[in-house]
C-alpha cells in the first residue's frame, strides 16, 4: 500500500479523467472499481449499467470512463434523473434475470430512491422468493471539502433496511475483489466508494479475472496486541497513520477493516478483541445509531469477558457534513483523535 | 385456470359482429362472477370476524380488473395494486392459494409472509407481489419492460394504480422514463374518483387523468372502467402497441368505488347519487351479463352454471385455506439471503438465477 497525497479536482470532487494503471502495474481505488466494472460485463452479457451520464461522458467521476465505446449504450445506459425508477427499474430487470448495476452520482442521491431501495429491493426476496442480483454503486464519505450533499456516509440507513449487503472497501484489491463478488451474488447488494481514496490510495491488484474478496468478512490489516481498532472506509487509513505514530510510543494497535458493513463478519472482530482486549471502535458514518453502535453493542454483548476497558467509540456527531475546512475537520475524527483515543484505551 | 387470449379483437363473421368468440365471452362473464363473489364473501367473512387482516373491497370496478388482464398473454408481466387482486385472478392465479394467503398459511403464494391482496405469482403467472406504497410497482415495470426490449421478447408489462397514486412523484418519473426508452409498457390509471377519502379535484388540478400523458409524450386513453370490453378493446391495443415497441401507453379507467376503502370504512364521503348511479346502471357484472343474453351468447342457465361454478370454488378454496398449516415459526428468518435456500422447490419457483 502507498498512500499518495493528490489533491482533487477545483469542486473537490475530483474530475480528471480516469487513467489507466501505472507503469509499476498498481492501480488506484478508482481504476481498480472501473477494472472490476469492465470484467464483469465482459465476463456476463447479463450485466449492466445504468445512471446519471455514465455513458458519453464516462461519469461523474469518470469511473465508467471508455465504458460506451465498448459496451455500447443499452449497456451503459444514460437514464434521466429520476432515482427511483433507477432503483425501481433495476429491480424489474433483475426479476426477469439481467444483472444490473446503478450507478448514483453521489452515495447522498441514494435516498432520493431510498423508498425503492428500502421497501421493494430489501423486502421482495423475503416475501415473494424472487432473486434480485441488483447492485447499487456511488461515492460516499467526507474529507473532500464537499459539503452536506456530497459526503454522506448513508451505510446505516440502508444496513437498518436488511436484505441488502453492504460494502465499505478501503482498499484497490478490496474493492475490485468485492464489487466483482457482489456483481456475481444474487443478492441485492450496495457498493460505497469512498471519494477521498478514489486517487489517493493505490497498489498492487490482481489482474486474475477471477480474483474474488468474500462479501461478509473483515480483515485484519496491521497485527498488534495492546488495542483493536475496529474500522471501515476512509478511517482504516487514519487508522493505519495514527498506528505508525502509536508503535513509536510503544503502543501496539491492532487494525481490522470490516470491508462488508452488513452483514457483519462477528467472528473476526471477536478475535481480535480476544487478542488485546480493548476496542476502539472508528467509523465516519453519525455516531449515534452509527455502523460502530452495532459494532460495540456486538462487543459488550459476546465479548466482555475479554475487555480490560470499556468499548470507545469514536465518530462525527449527528450533525450534516459541514463545509468549512476547520468545520469539516473538528466534525471528522482525525489522527489526533485516534491517537489520544487509544492512549487511553491503553492506559487500563 | 391460465387460459391464452385470443389475438384477434376486431368482430368478424365467425364471431357473429361480436368482439371475441363465445367462449371468451363467458369466461370473461366467468372472471367477472368470482370477481364479485369473492368480493361479497370476503368482506362477510370479515365483518364475521372470521378473516384476519385486511380487505380492500373491488366492487364496481371488476369491469377494469378483468378487462385489462384479459388483455394479456401469460409471459406478459402484471403489476398490480391492493384493491385489483381480482384482475391477479383473471391472470391465472388459484383462487385457494390466494384464501391461504388471507388466513396467513404456508400454501399461500407468499408463503405467510404477507397478507390479504398483498400478493404476486412471478414464477408460475408473471404477477408482481403487491407493495403497499404507491405506486411503487411503477418503476419496476419499467425494468421488466426494459428487459423485454432488450432481449426483443416481444412481452409486454402492464401497471395498474389509483387516482391517488398518481400525485406521488415516481408516477411522474416512470411515464417520463418509460417514453424516453419508448418501453413496452401499459400503464393503467383505476380512477375509481376517491382515494381512500379524497377526490379527484383534491389529488390533481387537470380535468381528466389521461391528458396528462400528453406531458409525457404518452398517448392517454380514458374509457369507461365498467364496461368490460370498451376496458379490453383499449388495452389490448396498448398491449399491441406495446408490443410493436411503438412504446407506452396510459389508460385511465373510470368507475367508482362501491364500498370503503377498506373493511373498517362506511364511505359517507361518498354522495348517494353518485353512489346509486353507479349501481344501479352502471354495475360491470351486470352489463355485461346481459349484454350477453341479449346477443344470446348465454341463457340463464348458463348464467346459472357459471355462478354455481364460481360458489363452489370459494368454498374448496375457503376449505382448503383453513386446512393448510401455518407456517413454522422458526422459519422467520429464512429467506432473508438468496442462500438460505428458503424458496427453492415452492410450486413454480425457482430457488435463485443461474449460478454464476
Ligand atoms: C405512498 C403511500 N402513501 C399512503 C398510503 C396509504 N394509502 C393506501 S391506499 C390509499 C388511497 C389510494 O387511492 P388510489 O390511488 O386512488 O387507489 P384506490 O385505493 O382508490 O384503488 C392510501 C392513501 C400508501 N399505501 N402509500
Ligand atoms: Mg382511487
Redesign the pocket.
Known amino acids: 500500500m502507498a498512500t499518495q497525497q493528490v489533491e482533487a479536482g477545483a469542486a473537490g470532487h475530483g474530475a480528471e479523467p480516469r487513467g489507466k494503471r501505472g507503469e509499476d502495474g498498481q492501480a488506484t481505488y478508482l481504476i481498480a472499481i472501473a477494472e472490476a466494472l469492465w470484467e464483469e460485463m465482459e465476463r456476463d452479457e447479463r450485466v449492466f449499467m445504468l445512471g446519471e451520464d455514465i455513458g458519453v461522458y464516462g461519469g461523474a467521476f469518470k469511473v465508467t470512463e471508455g465504458f460506451i465505446d465498448r459496451f455500447g449504450p443499452e449497456r451503459v445506459m444514460d437514464t434521466p434523473i429520476a432515482e427511483e425508477t433507477i432503483v425501481g427499474m433495476s429491480v424489474g430487470a433483475a426479476m426477469e434475470g439481467l444483472r444490473p448495476v446503478a450507478e448514483f452520482q453521489y452515495a447522498d442521491f441514494m435516498s432520493s430512491g431510498f423508498?425503492e431501495i428500502t421497501t421493494v429491493l430489501s423486502r421482495y426476496h423475503y416475501r415473494a422468493g424472487v432473486p434480485l442480483p441488483v447492485v447499487l454503486r456511488g461515492p460516499s464519505g467526507g474529507g473532500v471539502r464537499a459539503s452536506s450533499f456530497h459526503s454522506i456516509n448513508p451505510e446505516p440507513w440502508y444496513a437498518y433496511a436488511g436484505g441488502i449487503k453492504i460494502m465499505c472497501p478501503a482498499f484497490p484489491s478490496d474493492a475490485k475483489g468485492l464489487l466483482k463478488s457482489a456483481i456475481r451474488d444474487d443478492n441485492p447488494s450496495m457498493f460505497l466508494e469512498h471519494k477521498w481514496i478514489y486517487r489517493r490510495i493505490k497498489e498492487q491488484v490482481s489482474e486474475d479475472p477471477e480474483f474474488l474478496v468474500p462479501i461478509g468478512s473483515a480483515d485484519v490489516k496491521r497485527e498488534g496486541s495492546d488495542v483493536s481498532i475496529i474500522t471501515y472506509g476512509a478511517m482504516v487509513h487514519k487508522a493505519l497513520e495514527a498506528s505508525e505514530a502509536l508503535a513509536q510510543r510503544g503502543v501496539s494497535a491492532e487494525i481490522v477493516d470490516l470491508r462488508t458493513v452488513y452483514p457483519l463478519d462477528e467472528e473476526t472482530i471477536l478475535r481480535s478483541i480476544e487478542k488485546t482486549s480493548r476496542a476502539l471502535v472508528l467509523y465516519e458514518s453519525y455516531r449515534f445509531l452509527g455502523i460502530g453502535t452495532e459494532v460495540a453493542a456486538v462487543i459488550a454483548e459476546k465479548a466482555f469477558e475479554h475487555l480490560d476497558a470499556p468499548v470507545v467509540r469514536l465518530a462525527p456527531p449527528n450533525v450534516p457534513v459541514p463545509f468549512s475546512p476547520p468545520l469539516e475537520d473538528a466534525f471528522l475524527p482525525q489522527i489526533a483523535d485516534i491517537e489520544a483515543a487509544v492512549d487511553r484505551l491503553a492506559g487500563w | 385456470m391460465r387460459r391464452t387470449v385470443a389475438t384477434k379483437v376486431e368482430p368478424d363473421a365467425a364471431t357473429a359482429g361480436r368482439p371475441l368468440p363465445d367462449d371468451r365471452l363467458k369466461e370473461i362473464l366467468y372472471f367477472l362472477k368470482l370477481a364479485r363473489y369473492f368480493d361479497e364473501r370476503m368482506e362477510a367473512l370479515y365483518r364475521q370476524g372470521r378473516l384476519p387482516g385486511a380487505i380492500?373491497s373491488?366492487r364496481g370496478?371488476e369491469g377494469t380488473h378483468v378487462g385489462v388482464a384479459y388483455a394479456l398473454e401469460p409471459e406478459d408481466s402484471l403489476f398490480p395494486?391492493?384493491?385489483?387482486l381480482t384482475a391477479q385472478l383473471t391472470k391465472g392465479l388459484e383462487l385457494k392459494r390466494v384464501m391461504a394467503q388471507f388466513w396467513g398459511r404456508i400454501d399461500g403464494y407468499l408463503r405467510g409472509r404477507d397478507g390479504n391482496s398483498h400478493i404476486g405469482d412471478w414464477y408460475g403467472h408473471r404477477t408482481y407481489a403487491v407493495m403497499?406504497?404507491?405506486?411503487?410497482a411503477y418503476p419496476v415495470a419499467c425494468g421488466a419492460a426494459l428487459a423485454y426490449q432488450r432481449a426483443g421478447t416481444g412481452h409486454v408489462a402492464l401497471a395498474i394504480?389509483?387516482?391517488?397514486?398518481?400525485?406521488?412523484g415516481r408516477w411522474h418519473e416512470a411515464l417520463n422514463t418509460s417514453s424516453v426508452f419508448r418501453l413496452p409498457v401499459v400503464w393503467v390509471v383505476?380512477?375509481?374518483?376517491?382515494?381512500?377519502s379524497?377526490p379527484n379535484a383534491k389529488?390533481f388540478a387537470v380535468p381528466t387523468i389521461a391528458e396528462r400523458g400528453a406531458a409525457y409524450g404518452i398517448p392517454g386513453v380514458r374509457v369507461d372502467g365498467t364496461d368490460v370490453l370498451e376496458v379490453y378493446r383499449v388495452a389490448r391495443e396498448a398491449v399491441e402497441r406495446a408490443r410493436r415497441g411503438d412504446g407506452p401507453t396510459l389508460i385511465e379507467a373510470v368507475s367508482l368505488?362501491w364500498r370503503g376503502?377498506?373493511g373498517h370504512d362506511p364511505a359517507k364521503y361518498v354522495p348517494r347519487e353518485l353512489l346509486e348511479h353507479y349501481m344501479l346502471s352502471k354495475d360491470p357484472v351486470k352489463n355485461f351479463e346481459q349484454y350477453l343474453k341479449d346477443q344470446g351468447v348465454v341463457t340463464e342457465e348458463d348464467v346459472t352454471d357459471i355462478q354455481a361454478r364460481v360458489e363452489r370454488e370459494f368454498e374448496e378454496g375457503h376449505e382448503y385455506a383453513l386446512a393448510s398449516p401455518f407456517p413454522e415459526p422458526g422459519d422467520v428468518t429464512k429467506g432473508w439471503w438468496v442462500e438460505d435456500g428458503y424458496w427453492v422447490g415452492e410450486p413454480g419457483r425457482a430457488g435463485g438465477t443461474e449460478a454464476s
Open positions: 423508498d | 380492500y373491488g370496478q395494486t391492493h384493491r385489483d403497499s406504497h404507491l405506486p411503487i394504480c389509483g387516482d391517488g397514486a398518481t400525485s406521488n383505476n380512477n375509481n374518483q376517491f382515494a381512500y379524497t389529488e368505488r376503502h377498506a
